[in-house]
Protein backbone atom coordinates (compact mmCIF):
# COMPACT_ATOMS: atom_id res chain seq x y z
CA UNK A 1 0.00 0.00 0.00
CA UNK A 2 1.47 3.95 -0.95
CA UNK A 3 2.28 5.61 1.86
CA UNK A 4 1.65 9.23 1.81
CA UNK A 5 5.26 11.09 3.03
CA UNK A 6 3.37 14.63 3.67
CA UNK A 7 1.13 13.28 6.43
CA UNK A 8 2.34 12.67 9.92
CA UNK A 9 2.48 9.41 11.88
CA UNK A 10 1.89 10.36 15.24
CA UNK A 11 3.34 8.97 18.06
CA UNK A 12 0.20 7.84 19.79
CA UNK A 13 -3.38 8.44 18.74
CA UNK A 14 -5.66 8.40 21.43
CA UNK A 15 -8.55 9.58 19.03
CA UNK A 16 -8.37 6.77 17.15
CA UNK A 17 -9.57 4.26 20.34
CA UNK A 18 -11.87 6.74 21.67
CA UNK A 19 -13.87 7.83 18.69
CA UNK A 20 -15.92 4.04 18.03
CA UNK A 21 -16.84 4.56 21.91
CA UNK A 22 -17.98 7.54 21.98
CA UNK A 23 -21.51 6.57 22.42
CA UNK A 24 -21.08 4.20 25.14
CA UNK A 25 -18.53 6.51 27.11
CA UNK A 26 -21.52 9.08 27.06
CA UNK A 27 -24.07 6.86 28.23
CA UNK A 28 -21.71 5.58 31.26
CA UNK A 29 -21.29 9.47 32.17
CA UNK A 30 -24.96 9.46 32.02
CA UNK A 31 -24.87 6.78 34.56
CA UNK A 32 -22.90 8.74 36.96
CA UNK A 33 -25.03 11.68 37.02
CA UNK A 34 -28.04 10.00 37.34
CA UNK A 35 -26.43 8.10 40.21
CA UNK A 36 -25.00 10.97 41.86
CA UNK A 37 -22.22 8.88 43.01
CA UNK A 38 -18.88 10.32 42.07
CA UNK A 39 -16.44 8.75 44.17
CA UNK A 40 -16.00 4.90 44.57
CA UNK A 41 -19.38 3.47 44.72
CA UNK A 42 -20.49 0.57 41.78
CA UNK A 43 -19.06 1.62 39.34
CA UNK A 44 -15.73 1.48 40.87
CA UNK A 45 -16.47 -1.83 42.94
CA UNK A 46 -17.76 -3.62 39.03
CA UNK A 47 -14.53 -2.14 37.42
CA UNK A 48 -12.83 -3.60 40.17
CA UNK A 49 -14.58 -7.00 39.56
CA UNK A 50 -13.85 -6.73 35.86
CA UNK A 51 -10.55 -5.61 36.19
CA UNK A 52 -8.97 -8.79 38.35
CA UNK A 53 -10.48 -11.17 36.25
CA UNK A 54 -9.13 -9.61 33.26
CA UNK A 55 -5.53 -9.55 35.17
CA UNK A 56 -5.94 -13.43 36.43
CA UNK A 57 -5.98 -12.58 40.22
CA UNK A 58 -8.00 -12.28 42.94
CA UNK A 59 -8.45 -8.79 43.89
CA UNK A 60 -8.28 -5.47 42.67
CA UNK A 61 -8.39 -2.39 44.23
CA UNK A 62 -8.66 1.18 42.21
CA UNK A 63 -6.48 3.58 43.57
CA UNK A 64 -6.90 7.79 42.10
CA UNK A 65 -3.46 7.26 40.51
CA UNK A 66 -0.41 4.79 39.66
CA UNK A 67 1.94 6.44 41.62
CA UNK A 68 -0.55 6.42 44.99
CA UNK A 69 -0.55 3.12 43.72
CA UNK A 70 2.62 1.98 44.50
CA UNK A 71 3.01 4.06 48.02
CA UNK A 72 0.37 2.08 49.50
CA UNK A 73 1.73 -1.14 48.08
CA UNK A 74 4.58 -0.71 49.80
CA UNK A 75 2.37 0.90 53.20
CA UNK A 76 0.54 -2.18 53.10
CA UNK A 77 3.54 -4.82 53.27
CA UNK A 78 5.09 -3.01 56.19
CA UNK A 79 7.93 -1.03 54.45
CA UNK A 80 9.13 2.23 56.06
CA UNK A 81 11.55 4.40 57.37
CA UNK A 82 14.94 3.61 57.16
CA UNK A 83 14.07 0.40 54.76
CA UNK A 84 15.54 -0.57 51.84
CA UNK A 85 14.11 -1.22 48.69
CA UNK A 86 15.91 -3.22 45.23
CA UNK A 87 14.50 -1.34 41.95
CA UNK A 88 15.30 0.09 38.94
CA UNK A 89 17.52 3.11 37.68
CA UNK A 90 15.61 3.04 34.21
CA UNK A 91 12.04 3.79 34.28
CA UNK A 92 9.97 6.99 35.25
CA UNK A 93 11.39 8.71 38.62
CA UNK A 94 7.70 7.55 39.62
CA UNK A 95 8.91 4.75 41.18
CA UNK A 96 11.62 5.74 43.27
CA UNK A 97 9.08 8.94 44.46
CA UNK A 98 6.60 6.35 46.22
CA UNK A 99 9.69 4.66 48.19
CA UNK A 100 11.08 7.79 49.43
CA UNK A 101 7.27 9.02 50.24
CA UNK A 102 7.35 5.98 52.66
CA UNK A 103 10.61 7.07 54.21
CA UNK A 104 12.13 3.77 52.41
CA UNK A 105 15.72 4.41 50.66
CA UNK A 106 15.60 3.33 46.86
CA UNK A 107 18.47 0.99 46.47
CA UNK A 108 19.74 1.35 42.35
CA UNK A 109 19.96 -2.37 40.82
CA UNK A 110 21.88 -2.13 37.06
CA UNK A 111 19.46 -3.24 34.37
CA UNK A 112 20.65 -5.47 31.06
CA UNK A 113 20.53 -3.18 28.46
CA UNK A 114 19.30 -5.57 25.84
CA UNK A 115 16.01 -5.59 28.11
CA UNK A 116 15.76 -2.91 30.28
CA UNK A 117 14.77 -4.94 33.08
CA UNK A 118 16.72 -4.80 36.15
CA UNK A 119 19.93 -7.55 36.18
CA UNK A 120 19.06 -10.37 37.76
CA UNK A 121 22.81 -11.42 38.25
CA UNK A 122 22.88 -8.44 40.08
CA UNK A 123 20.58 -8.08 42.53
CA UNK A 124 22.57 -9.89 45.04
CA UNK A 125 25.17 -7.04 45.17
CA UNK A 126 22.51 -4.57 46.49
CA UNK A 127 21.21 -7.08 49.65
CA UNK A 128 22.09 -5.58 52.95
CA UNK A 129 20.62 -5.98 56.58
CA UNK A 130 17.59 -3.53 55.52
CA UNK A 131 16.38 -4.44 52.84
CA UNK A 132 12.94 -5.71 52.50
CA UNK A 133 11.49 -5.78 49.06
CA UNK A 134 11.83 -5.89 45.69
CA UNK A 135 10.12 -3.17 43.48
CA UNK A 136 10.22 -4.90 39.91
CA UNK A 137 9.38 -2.59 37.27
CA UNK A 138 8.34 -4.22 33.75
CA UNK A 139 9.51 -1.65 31.46
CA UNK A 140 8.31 -0.64 27.90
CA UNK A 141 5.78 -3.67 29.24
CA UNK A 142 8.29 -6.27 29.50
CA UNK A 143 7.16 -9.75 31.55
CA UNK A 144 10.41 -11.76 31.19
CA UNK A 145 11.83 -14.39 33.59
CA UNK A 146 9.43 -12.74 36.63
CA UNK A 147 9.79 -17.25 38.25
CA UNK A 148 13.15 -15.97 38.81
CA UNK A 149 13.23 -12.56 40.28
CA UNK A 150 10.46 -14.32 42.91
CA UNK A 151 12.48 -17.25 43.36
CA UNK A 152 14.75 -14.28 44.75
CA UNK A 153 12.54 -12.43 47.00
CA UNK A 154 11.90 -15.82 48.31
CA UNK A 155 15.20 -17.26 48.97
CA UNK A 156 16.28 -13.80 50.80
CA UNK A 157 13.19 -13.13 52.78
CA UNK A 158 11.87 -10.12 50.67
CA UNK A 159 8.74 -8.85 49.92
CA UNK A 160 8.09 -8.97 45.55
CA UNK A 161 6.18 -5.88 43.89
CA UNK A 162 5.77 -5.34 40.22
CA UNK A 163 5.19 -1.65 39.56
CA UNK A 164 3.31 -3.14 36.37
CA UNK A 165 1.94 0.63 34.73
CA UNK A 166 3.28 -0.30 31.44
CA UNK A 167 2.23 -3.94 31.30
CA UNK A 168 -1.79 -4.26 31.19
CA UNK A 169 -2.68 -8.03 30.87
CA UNK A 170 1.07 -8.93 30.51
CA UNK A 171 2.11 -13.01 31.02
CA UNK A 172 4.74 -14.67 31.52
CA UNK A 173 5.02 -18.53 30.26
CA UNK A 174 1.39 -18.34 30.14
CA UNK A 175 0.57 -16.61 33.95
CA UNK A 176 -0.41 -13.69 34.68
CA UNK A 177 2.21 -10.82 35.71
CA UNK A 178 0.86 -9.90 38.86
CA UNK A 179 0.34 -13.38 40.07
CA UNK A 180 4.43 -13.84 40.64
CA UNK A 181 4.27 -10.74 42.92
CA UNK A 182 2.92 -10.07 46.76
CA UNK A 183 1.35 -6.79 44.83
CA UNK A 184 1.86 -5.46 41.96
CA UNK A 185 0.16 -2.14 40.71
CA UNK A 186 -1.05 -0.44 37.24
CA UNK A 187 -1.50 3.22 36.33
CA UNK A 188 -3.92 4.31 33.97
CA UNK A 189 -2.99 7.34 32.37
CA UNK A 190 -4.25 8.23 29.68
CA UNK A 191 -1.57 6.94 27.06
CA UNK A 192 -1.31 3.55 28.96
CA UNK A 193 -2.40 0.11 27.37
CA UNK A 194 -5.51 0.85 29.60
CA UNK A 195 -5.77 4.63 30.03
CA UNK A 196 -8.44 6.65 31.60
CA UNK A 197 -9.77 9.97 30.46
CA UNK A 198 -7.81 11.34 33.17
CA UNK A 199 -6.38 10.18 36.44
CA UNK A 200 -6.38 6.78 37.68
CA UNK A 201 -4.61 3.34 39.26
CA UNK A 202 -4.65 0.11 40.62
CA UNK A 203 -3.53 -2.47 42.62
CA UNK A 204 -3.48 -6.40 41.81
CA UNK A 205 -3.24 -9.00 44.47
CA UNK A 206 -4.43 -12.53 45.69
CA UNK A 207 -4.07 -11.72 49.37
CA UNK A 208 -7.73 -10.38 50.64
CA UNK A 209 -5.80 -9.22 53.76
CA UNK A 210 -3.58 -6.98 51.66
CA UNK A 211 -6.53 -6.22 49.81
CA UNK A 212 -8.73 -5.13 52.73
CA UNK A 213 -6.23 -3.10 54.15
CA UNK A 214 -5.29 -0.93 51.04
CA UNK A 215 -8.61 -0.40 50.21
CA UNK A 216 -9.52 0.98 54.13
CA UNK A 217 -5.98 3.34 53.38
CA UNK A 218 -6.97 4.51 50.34
CA UNK A 219 -10.07 6.19 52.33
CA UNK A 220 -8.46 7.70 54.84
CA UNK A 221 -8.06 4.24 56.75
CA UNK A 222 -11.66 4.44 57.45
CA UNK A 223 -13.14 0.68 58.10
CA UNK A 224 -16.54 2.76 58.44
CA UNK A 225 -17.50 6.58 58.61
CA UNK A 226 -15.36 8.41 60.79
CA UNK A 227 -13.92 5.19 62.36
CA UNK A 228 -10.19 5.74 61.13
CA UNK A 229 -8.73 2.06 61.96
CA UNK A 230 -5.28 2.90 60.45
CA UNK A 231 -2.88 5.28 58.82
CA UNK A 232 -4.88 6.36 55.29
CA UNK A 233 -5.46 9.16 53.05
CA UNK A 234 -7.13 10.16 49.88
CA UNK A 235 -6.54 8.23 47.44
CA UNK A 236 -9.80 7.26 45.99
CA UNK A 237 -10.42 6.34 42.63
CA UNK A 238 -13.42 8.59 41.30
CA UNK A 239 -16.10 6.59 39.35
CA UNK A 240 -16.59 8.67 36.08
CA UNK A 241 -13.23 7.04 35.88
CA UNK A 242 -13.92 3.83 36.45
CA UNK A 243 -17.27 4.07 34.67
CA UNK A 244 -14.84 4.72 31.31
CA UNK A 245 -12.34 2.30 32.03
CA UNK A 246 -15.27 -0.37 32.33
CA UNK A 247 -16.15 0.43 28.81
CA UNK A 248 -12.36 0.51 27.75
CA UNK A 249 -11.41 -2.86 29.39
CA UNK A 250 -13.86 -4.34 27.21
CA UNK A 251 -11.17 -4.19 24.27
CA UNK A 252 -7.92 -4.28 26.34
CA UNK A 253 -7.25 -7.79 24.72
CA UNK A 254 -7.81 -6.58 20.93
CA UNK A 255 -5.77 -3.85 21.15
CA UNK A 256 -3.02 -5.55 22.95
CA UNK A 257 -2.75 -8.12 20.41
CA UNK A 258 -2.93 -5.63 17.86
CA UNK A 259 0.29 -3.94 19.41
CA UNK A 260 2.50 -7.10 19.35
CA UNK A 261 1.41 -7.96 15.50
CA UNK A 262 2.60 -4.01 15.05
CA UNK A 263 5.41 -4.93 17.26
CA UNK A 264 6.38 -8.09 14.90
CA UNK A 265 6.11 -6.00 12.13
CA UNK A 266 8.97 -3.54 13.51
CA UNK A 267 11.23 -6.46 14.86
CA UNK A 268 10.94 -8.11 11.36
CA UNK A 269 11.49 -4.52 9.00
CA UNK A 270 13.86 -2.38 11.41
CA UNK A 271 17.62 -2.93 10.75
CA UNK A 272 18.65 -5.11 13.48
CA UNK A 273 20.92 -3.16 14.95
CA UNK A 274 18.53 -0.98 16.49
CA UNK A 275 16.62 -3.87 18.26
CA UNK A 276 15.96 -4.29 22.03
CA UNK A 277 16.19 -8.17 22.75
CA UNK A 278 13.75 -9.98 21.10
CA UNK A 279 10.67 -11.44 23.43
CA UNK A 280 8.98 -14.96 23.16
CA UNK A 281 5.51 -15.71 21.79
CA UNK A 282 2.24 -14.26 23.14
CA UNK A 283 1.73 -11.45 25.60
CA UNK A 284 5.35 -11.89 27.70
CA UNK A 285 5.70 -8.08 26.02
CA UNK A 286 2.53 -5.83 25.83
CA UNK A 287 4.66 -3.12 23.74
CA UNK A 288 3.15 -0.08 26.04
CA UNK A 289 6.51 1.10 24.75
CA UNK A 290 8.47 -0.01 21.33
CA UNK A 291 11.90 1.00 22.33
CA UNK A 292 15.07 0.93 19.58
CA UNK A 293 18.44 1.91 20.40
CA UNK A 294 20.15 4.71 18.09
CA UNK A 295 23.86 5.62 18.53
CA UNK A 296 23.51 9.39 17.25
CA UNK A 297 19.64 9.99 18.72
CA UNK A 298 20.31 13.83 18.10
CA UNK A 299 20.72 13.31 13.71
CA UNK A 300 18.73 10.60 14.64
CA UNK A 301 15.50 12.43 15.83
CA UNK A 302 16.23 15.47 13.53
CA UNK A 303 15.76 12.69 10.34
CA UNK A 304 12.02 11.64 11.81
CA UNK A 305 11.12 15.30 12.61
CA UNK A 306 11.69 15.90 9.09
CA UNK A 307 9.75 13.09 7.78
CA UNK A 308 6.89 13.50 9.87
CA UNK A 309 7.17 10.80 12.03
CA UNK A 310 6.70 10.95 15.69
CA UNK A 311 8.93 9.50 18.83
CA UNK A 312 9.38 9.75 22.22
CA UNK A 313 11.92 9.16 25.07
CA UNK A 314 11.48 6.32 27.34
CA UNK A 315 13.52 7.20 28.90
CA UNK A 316 16.53 9.66 28.32
CA UNK A 317 18.04 10.12 31.53
CA UNK A 318 18.30 7.30 34.52
CA UNK A 319 16.29 8.00 37.83
CA UNK A 320 20.27 8.17 39.58
CA UNK A 321 20.83 10.84 36.51
CA UNK A 322 18.37 13.24 37.39
CA UNK A 323 19.10 16.05 39.40
CA UNK A 324 16.44 15.94 42.49
CA UNK A 325 17.35 12.31 43.07
CA UNK A 326 20.97 11.72 42.01
CA UNK A 327 21.56 12.23 46.33
CA UNK A 328 18.42 10.30 47.22
CA UNK A 329 19.17 7.18 45.86
CA UNK A 330 21.65 4.60 46.96
CA UNK A 331 23.84 3.78 44.39
CA UNK A 332 25.93 0.55 45.83
CA UNK A 333 27.29 -0.73 42.31
CA UNK A 334 28.30 1.34 38.81
CA UNK A 335 25.30 1.56 36.55
CA UNK A 336 26.39 1.48 33.42
CA UNK A 337 23.41 -0.42 31.64
CA UNK A 338 20.83 2.04 32.63
CA UNK A 339 23.22 4.93 31.58
CA UNK A 340 23.84 3.36 28.32
CA UNK A 341 20.29 2.61 27.57
CA UNK A 342 19.29 5.81 28.56
CA UNK A 343 21.49 7.42 26.71
CA UNK A 344 20.31 5.76 23.07
CA UNK A 345 17.29 4.74 23.40
CA UNK A 346 14.47 6.01 21.31
CA UNK A 347 10.34 4.91 21.11
CA UNK A 348 8.63 4.76 17.99
CA UNK A 349 5.09 4.70 17.25
CA UNK A 350 2.48 1.78 18.44
CA UNK A 351 -0.92 2.17 19.10
CA UNK A 352 -4.24 0.40 18.56
CA UNK A 353 -5.47 1.55 15.09
CA UNK A 354 -2.18 1.97 13.31
CA UNK A 355 -2.48 1.51 9.59
CA UNK A 356 -0.70 -0.75 7.84
CA UNK A 357 0.63 2.26 5.60
CA UNK A 358 1.92 4.34 8.46
CA UNK A 359 3.80 1.01 10.22
CA UNK A 360 5.63 0.47 6.55
CA UNK A 361 6.59 4.20 6.28
CA UNK A 362 8.15 4.13 9.88
CA UNK A 363 10.20 1.30 8.69
CA UNK A 364 10.58 2.97 5.31
CA UNK A 365 12.28 6.10 6.63
CA UNK A 366 13.96 4.49 9.70
CA UNK A 367 15.62 2.01 7.35
CA UNK A 368 17.21 5.06 4.86
CA UNK A 369 18.31 7.23 8.26
CA UNK A 370 20.15 3.90 9.23
CA UNK A 371 21.95 3.59 6.04
Not at 286 to 292: C, E, P, R
Request: hydrophobic share 40%; aromatic share 8%.
Amino acid sequence: MPSNNNVAVQFNDLTRIHAPLQSSLHEKLDEVIKSSSYVLGNQVSDFEKSLAMAEGVEYAVGINNGTSAIQLALRALGIGAGDEVLTSPFTFVATTFAILEVGAIPVMVDIDPCTGLIDLDKLKFGLSSKTKALLFVTIHGRASNLGLYREFCDEHGLCFIIDGAQSHLAKNDGVAFASFADIATLSFYPGKNLGALGEGGAILTNSLGLKDEIATMRDWGASEKYKHDVWGGNFRLEAIQAAFLSVKIKHLEGWTTERIEIAAKYNQGLPTSLLMESSREGFEHVYHIYGIKVHNREYFTSQLKSALIGYGFHYPLAVHQQPHFSNRVKKVMPLNGAEHLASVTLSLPIFPGMTPAEIERVISVIGRIDE
